[in-house]
């Protein structure tokens, strides 16, 4: 079993609309938790961190559920610009080592 | 935010060269920077930590004798791929630590023909 997992997508979604995805981690003593976008051919970048009590940066919102073991990222009001692979991201321990997911895929159509 | 940068952004080499990549972090010092591995439709594989003035430590199934990395300042780590095959051909990308983020460099595309 992978360590993180994420549903490839795509997600073929219309300008406006709300999209949602989750990524399920296997274990439970991961400590860190973050969506990185990642364009086409380019480095990931940091989309933000997921706090447990969930966190919310314009129209993005990331929920924990440890419980569960998954994290979630909502996108409101989707723009074209939000065409992108997002990328779940793990951290196990202390070492700041990263377990990342495939990608989820949203294209947003005008 | 924290720059990182990387060289080359792409190479091409035949089979059984070597072929170096810089990592440099350029607006901070980083004593820890990580390489990954990603092919096409997949993660980012985890291959190796940098550390500085010591050496690195790689995760299993990565052949230290095969990519090789030196992390000879707070600013530089380089990866090279020894006797590059077809196989080896990926995105490599590296990333510096500052505080508890990473700050992803561009990535180098290889293809080994």
């Known amino acids: 079993r992978k360590e993180v997992e994420q549903d490839p997508g795509p997600f073929n979604v219309p300008e406006g609309a709300t999209v949602a995805f989750n990524c399920t981690y296997s274990n439970s003593a991961s400590q860190s938790f973050f969506w990185y976008r990642q364009d086409c051919r380019k480095e990931p970048k940091l989309l933000m961190s997921?706090?447990?009590s969930g966190n919310e940066d314009g129209r993005f919102t990331a929920q924990l559920n440890r419980a569960s073991q998954y994290i979630s990222l909502l996108i409101r009001d989707s723009k074209l610009s939000d065409s992108a692979t997002y990328l779940c991201?793990?951290?196990?321990?202390?070492?700041?080592?990263?377990?990342f997911g495939a990608g989820t895929t949203v294209t947003v159509r005008a | 935010g924290a720059v990182v940068s990387q060289h080359p952004s792409w190479v091409i080499c035949k089979s059984g060269t070597s072929v170096k990549i810089e990592c440099r972090s350029l607006d901070f010092q980083a004593t820890t920077m990580f390489w990954y591995r990603q092919f096409p439709k997949q993660s980012l594989m985890l291959m190796a930590t940098s550390n500085e003035g010591s050496k690195a430590t790689y995760e299993q199934g990565v052949e230290k004798d095969k990519f090789l990395i030196n992390h000879a300042s707070l600013t530089l780590s380089t990866l090279t791929v020894t006797s590059a095959h077809p196989e080896d051909s990926s995105f490599y990308i590296c990333?510096?630590?500052?505080?508890?983020?990473?700050?992803f460099g561009p990535g180098t595309r290889l293809t080994v023909l």
């Open positions: 990333s510096a630590l500052s505080g508890n983020e990473q700050f």
């Open positions: 997921v706090y447990s």
């Open positions: 991201a793990v951290n196990l321990g202390n070492d700041y080592k990263l377990s």
